[in-house]
C-alpha cells in the first residue's frame, strides 16, 4: 500500500494521523446525529490534535473539555462549534473564563454548584448540569471506573439535593469505557429508576463516553433507539461525548528497531518506549498490533519488543514475524492515535514523537517536530 510505504520514509519516531481512517469514524458519529438529533462531542482528553479540527468540526457538534486547557484549545481551533467542559472540581480563577467560552458547564458536587451559583447565574447565554453517579457500570479496571467504592465522580442518589436544582438544566453521567448500546441499555435503565423523577425538569441528558460506536461490531441501530427513546419519553436533548470513538484505529507509531540481543528469547530494542509514547500499554494494559505481526510463535521468528528507557517494564509486547527482524527495521504500531499523543512524556529524556498527517490522498505532511529544547522547557 502506497500509504504504508509512505509513513515507512518517515524519520522514527512519529505518530501519524490517518485522516481516511478520521473521516470514517466521523461518517458513523454524523449518522447517529441525523438519526437522532442528538449532539456528538470530541472529548478531548482521548485526542486533541487541533490540525484535524476543522475536519471533525465537519461532522460532529463540537467538544467537551477536561478543564480550562481544553476549552481554550477547542475555543481555539474549532470555530464556532460547542464547547462543554466537565471537571471534578474548577478554580476561581478558571471560572469565568469558562463561562466566557463554554455552552455547557457541568459540575461534580452540589457544593461545588452552590459554591459558583451565583457568578454562573449571572451569566446567560451558558447551561449548567450535574454530573450523577447511579452506582451502576460494567468496567472492571478500578482505574477506569467511575462507579467503584467510594468514588469521587458524580453525585450519588444518596447524596443529590432535589431542593437545589434551580438554575440546572441538564444531568450527565459516564459510566463506561470500550462498551456497547447494550452496556448503555442496562446502564440507562438505572439511571431511569434512580434518577427519572429529576428527568422530567431538564433540558438534556449527556451519556458521557465510552461508547466504542465506530467499532465494527457495536449496535449502531440499538444506540439510536435508546437515543430516540430517552428523548421522547422525557422531551429532553442527548449529548454524546466520546473520545475513543472519534480516533479509534485513526493514526500509528512508527519505529526503528536499534537493537537485538537474547536473554531466553529473542529481544528487540526499539526507538520508542511503552511508557513514554504508548503509556495505556502499561496501564491499561494492552497489546498493540503491529502490521505485519502475529501472536508470539504463530509466525517463524519472535521477539520480545521494549523500548530504550531504562525502566525493566518498558515492553511493548511479544510478536512474532515472519523474517527475522535487523537493526534498522521500521515497525508500524496500529491504533496509536487516541490516548497516545494526549498521554505522552519524555521520560528517561525520550524524545516526544514527531507528528504527521497522511491525508486522504495518502501523502504525509509534517505537523509537529519535537527536539531536546520541548524536553528541557518542562523541567
Ligand atoms: C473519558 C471521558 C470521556 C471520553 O471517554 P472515551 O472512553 O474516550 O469515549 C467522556 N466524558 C467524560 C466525562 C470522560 O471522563
Known amino acids: ?37 442528538c449532539h456528538i462531542l470530541l472529548a478531548q482528553k482521548a485526542f486533541s490534535s487541533y490540525c484535524t479540527y476543522p475536519l471533525i468540526s465537519k461532522y460532529i457538534s463540537g467538544t467537551t473539555s477536561s478543564g480550562i486547557f481544553e ?42 454548584w452552590k459554591h459558583f451559583r451565583n457568578r454562573a447565574l449571572s451569566h446567560g447565554n451558558v447551561e449548567f448540569g450535574l454530573r450523577i453517579n447511579p452506582e451502576y457500570s460494567e468496567i472492571e479496571t478500578d482505574i477506569y471506573n467511575p462507579c467503584f467504592a467510594n468514588s469521587r465522580l458524580g453525585i450519588t442518589l444518596d447524596n443529590f439535593e432535589e431542593n437545589e436544582l434551580e438554575g440546572i438544566s441538564g444531568l450527565h453521567f459516564h459510566t463506561m469505557c470500550e462498551q456497547g448500546a447494550d452496556t448503555l441499555e442496562r446502564t440507562i435503565k438505572v439511571v431511569e429508576e434512580k ?6 425538569g431538564m433540558k438534556w441528558l449527556n451519556f458521557g463516553g465510552g461508547h466504542h460506536i465506530t467499532k465494527p461490531d457495536y449496535d449502531v441501530d440499538k444506540l439510536i433507539e435508546i437515543v430516540n427513546y430517552i428523548k421522547e419519553k422525557y422531551k429532553l ?96 504500531f496500529t491504533d496509536m492515535a487516541m490516548y497516545s499523543i494526549v498521554k505522552n512524556n519524555t521520560f528517561n529524556g525520550m524524545p516526544l514523537p514527531d507528528i504527521y498527517l497522511l491525508d486522504k490522498n495518502g501523502n504525509t505532511r509534517l505537523i ?5 529544547e520541548d524536553f528541557k522547557r518542562r523541567l
Request: aromatic share 12%.
Open 368 to 372: 509537529k517536530k519535537f527536539g531536546y
Open 1 to 37: 500500500m502506497k500509504a504504508y510505504e509512505n509513513i515507512l520514509n518517515l524519520p522514527t519516531p512519529c505518530y501519524v494521523i490517518d485522516e481516511a481512517a478520521l473521516i470514517k469514524n466521523l461518517e458513523i458519529l454524523q449518522n447517529v446525529e441525523h438519526h437522532t438529533d
Open 71 to 112: 476549552a481554550r484549545l477547542a475555543h481555539e481551533e474549532m470555530g464556532n462549534k460547542q464547547i462543554h467542559v466537565f471537571s471534578p472540581a474548577y478554580k476561581d480563577e478558571d471560572f469565568d473564563e469558562l463561562l466566557g467560552i463554554c455552552d455547557h458547564i457541568v459540575f461534580n458536587s452540589f457544593s461545588q
Open 195 to 200: 434518577f427519572g423523577k429529576y428527568l422530567y
Open 237 to 332: 436533548q442527548v449529548y454524546i461525548e466520546p473520545g475513543e470513538a472519534v480516533a479509534v484505529d485513526a493514526g500509528y507509531l512508527v519505529t526503528t528497531i536499534l537493537d537485538l540481543t537474547k536473554n531466553g528469547m529473542n529481544l528487540a530494542i526499539a526507538d520508542t518506549s511503552a511508557a513514554c509514547h504508548m503509556p495505556d500499554v502499561l496501564e491499561m494494559p494492552y497489546r498493540p498490533y503491529i502490521i505485519g505481526s502475529e501472536l508470539p510463535y504463530v509466525l517463524p521468528y519472535t521477539y520480545r519488543l521494549g523500548g530504550p528507557t531504562c525502566l525493566a517494564g518498558d515492553i511493548i509486547g511479544d510478536y512474532s514475524f515472519a523474517e527475522k527482524l535487523k537493526i534498522g527495521d521500521k515497525l508500524i
